[in-house]
């Protein structure tokens, strides 16, 4: 699906958090655990290290400061917020819904809290619904959480998947403002793909082998998104009436320098214009985006008016992207 925003309903970004995990793994931890090293994790996806979660630590551990800190940009506070969507395929646990562990730790007493499910392309998705039912009226303040804890579904002896990923989280806060913010969205799911990237004993199907690591076929994965981030891109660019030379700030999925430079290059979008931040954090799955959101702003990157493209991709097949002017300014 694709659509641009309701003409003078201006909708942005007014607050954004995020937070990691202490711990950094290396590559060279990594190769102790499996039979890899730094150069080939280095030269195949540009990963120099990532965050991983202690053993007590669940998703809402991370996406609880990131939300706070989000609140606290826009002058919010949890009593402000009707709606809560936490975009993650490892929420705390299947139910209660972390969105819901959220409100009340906020005390978002008013607030309709819940999880979504779209692989990395979580966060996008969360977007796009936010902004859905803040332009329909249904919700004022929302809260838009992305984040995960793959080092919890990743199995610890699989060097095709281990090196991949990292913990993380961010939120924002979307509000109505009185310049133009959002632009655009489009979302998109080729479920015949899921098989390339899928986590088995997850749910109600049930397999021989219980065991619940995530499973991918590296190869269909790397082919499709290298395609579906330039698809998708190219596809809200047109419908917007707006070329790649207008985008200041790109922000793509974090999975992998490869991938990101294979669609810039296809794209042509100057490297200075594209936030990286794979080599420190691994894929973090939904936290991916909002993750290079807080660095692209903390680094003087993103400022208000510039036009910011984000694209997410990952299991279901998933994807989606979405266009906006900037309007925040960096925390003091
Ligand atoms: N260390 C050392 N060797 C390794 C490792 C490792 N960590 N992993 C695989 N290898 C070996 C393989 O066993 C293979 O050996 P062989 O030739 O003896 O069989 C060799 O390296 C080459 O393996 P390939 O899988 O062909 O390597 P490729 O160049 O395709 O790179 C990679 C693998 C990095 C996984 C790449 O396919 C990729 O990035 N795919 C996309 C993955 C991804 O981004 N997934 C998540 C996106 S969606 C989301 O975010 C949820």
């Known amino acids: 699906m694709i659509g641009t925003a309701k003409p003078g309903l201006d909708i942005s970004i007014t607050g954004l958090g995020c937070k990691v995990p202490d711990r950094v793994v290396t590559n060279e931890e990594l190769s102790q655990y499996v039979d890899t090293s730094n150069e080939w994790i280095m030269e195949r996806t540009g990963i120099r290290e990532r965050r991983i979660a202690a053993k007590e630590e669940a998703l809402s551990d991370l996406a609880l400061p990131a939300a ?97 990923f990292g913990d993380g989280a961010g939120a924002v806060v979307l509000q109505a403002v009185p310049q133009q913010g959002f632009l655009a969205f489009e979302l998109g799911a080729d479920g015949a793909g899921g098989k390339s990237l899928w986590l088995p004993g997850s749910g109600s199907r049930f397999f021989e082998d219980p065991e619940r690591f995530v499973k991918m076929n590296g190869r269909e994965v790397f082919k499709f998104a290298t395609r579906i981030l330039v698809q998708s891109a190219e596809d809200i660019l047109a419908k917007c009436d707006l070329s790649i030379d207008d985008v200041d700030v790109y922000i793509p999925h974090q999975a992998n320098v490869r991938i990101i430079e294979h669609a810039t290059r296809k794209l042509g979008v100057p490297s200075d214009r594209v936030v990286i931040n794979v080599d420190r954090y691994g894929n973090t799955s939904s936290g991916s985006i909002p993750l290079a959101l807080a660095d692209a702003l903390a680094d003087g990157r993103l400022r208000p008016g510039q036009l910011v493209l984000m694209t997410g991709m990952g299991a279901g097949l998933t994807w989606g992207s979405a266009l906006m002017r900037w309007t925040m300014e960096a925390a003091a």
Request: net charge negative.
């Open 68 to 164: 706070r800190d989000a609140l606290a940009q826009a002058g919010l506070t949890g009593a402000d917020i009707d709606l809560i969507i936490v975009a993650t395929v490892t929420p705390d646990m299947a139910f209660p819904s972390t969105g819901a562990i959220i409100a009340d730790a906020l005390g978002a007493k008013d607030a309709a809290a819940y999880d979504l499910s779209a692989g990395c392309t979580g966060f996008m998705y969360a977007l796009a619904q936010a902004y859905g039912m803040l332009a329909g009226g249904l919700a004022q303040r929302a809260l838009v959480i992305g984040g995960d804890v793959l080092s919890k579904i990743l199995d610890w002896s699989d060097r095709s998947t281990l090196v991949l």
